[in-house]
C-alpha cells in the first residue's frame, strides 16, 4: 500500500482544503515538490482543467490567516511560493536553455550552461508610525475598494538598508518625516513571494501629503477611535495590537 502525503494544492492562490479547512493526504506523484520532512508533506499545481475533488473545495489563502495557525500559514506560505518559483523558472534567464528541477536542492538547473535558478524573496517593509501617547498612522490603500486603514508599506529597493526604507516610503507615500526606528518581526507573505519586515518609528515632522496613486487617504487616529483595520492573522494586525494593547509581537 503507498504512502499517503500530506498536500498543499493550489490552483493559483487558492488551496484545496475539506469543508474543515483540512488538507487532503494524496500518493506522492513524480512531479510533486516535497518538503525538507521529505515526502511526508508535498505541494502541487492543481491546472485549471482538473476536477475539484468531491468534498474539498479551493479557498484562498488570505482567507486562511485568521483559522490557521502560524505555523500551518508558513507552511502554505512556503509551499504557494515554492510552486510559483518553479513555474516561471522553467527556462535558463543565462541561455534559455529549458531547465531541470534539481534532486537534492531547491534549484532549477541548465543542462546546457549549468546555471542555477533558486528561489528569490523580496523584501517588503511595513511600519507602524505613531504620534504622541495615544495616536497611530493609518493609510487606506488606493486599489482597496473596502474602508480598511492599514499600514505604511513597501519594497526595499537596490542598495538601501531596511531603515532607509522606512523613511523612504513614509515621505514617498505621506510627506512624513520619521524617528526612532525599531526593528519588530517578520512575516512570510505569499503576494507573490515577500518577507514582510516590520518596524516601528515615531512621527518627527511634516504634514500629511498623500502619493494619490498609491494612498486615498492617511490620518493620524486616536487609540480608542481605530477604523476597519487588517485581519487577525496578519502582521500588520499584530503590529496594531502590539502598539495600542502592549501586545507582544509574534
Known sequence: M???????????????????????????LENDLSFSSGDQVIARDLLDEE??????QLVPIRQ?????????FEQASRAVQLLEWRRNHKFCSHCGHETEVHKTEYAMVCPACGYHQYPRVQPCIITVITRGEDEILLAKNANNKSN??????????????????????TLEEVGLKVKN????????WPFPSNLMLAFKAEYESGEIVL?????????????DQ?????????????????????????
Not at 526606528?181 to 512570510?188: F, G, K, M, N, V
Not at 502619493?211 to 487609540?223: G, L, N, R, T, V
Not at 485581519?231 to 494593547?245: E, L, P, R
Request: no cysteine; net charge negative.
Open 2 to 28: 503507498s504512502k499517503l502525503s500530506l498536500a498543499y494544492i493550489f490552483r493559483h492562490h487558492q488551496l484545496l482544503v475539506d469543508e474543515n479547512l483540512q488538507l487532503p493526504q494524496v500518493e506522492k
Open 51 to 56: 476536477q475539484i475533488p468531491e468534498g474539498y
Open 64 to 72: 486562511l490567516i485568521s483559522s490557521w495557525t502560524r505555523a500551518q
Open 148 to 169: 480598511m486603514y492599514g499600514l505604511i508599506a513597501g519594497f526595499v529597493e537596490v542598495g538601501e538598508t531596511l531603515e532607509e526604507a522606512v523613511s523612504r516610503e
Open 181 to 188: 526606528i525599531q526593528y519588530l518581526a517578520s512575516q512570510p
Open 211 to 223: 502619493q494619490e496613486e498609491e494612498i486615498s487617504d492617511a490620518q493620524f487616529f486616536k487609540f
Open 226 to 250: 481605530l477604523p476597519e483595520t487588517p485581519f487577525s492573522g496578519s502582521i500588520a494586525h499584530a503590529m496594531i495590537d502590539h502598539v495600542i494593547n502592549a501586545k507582544k509581537m509574534p
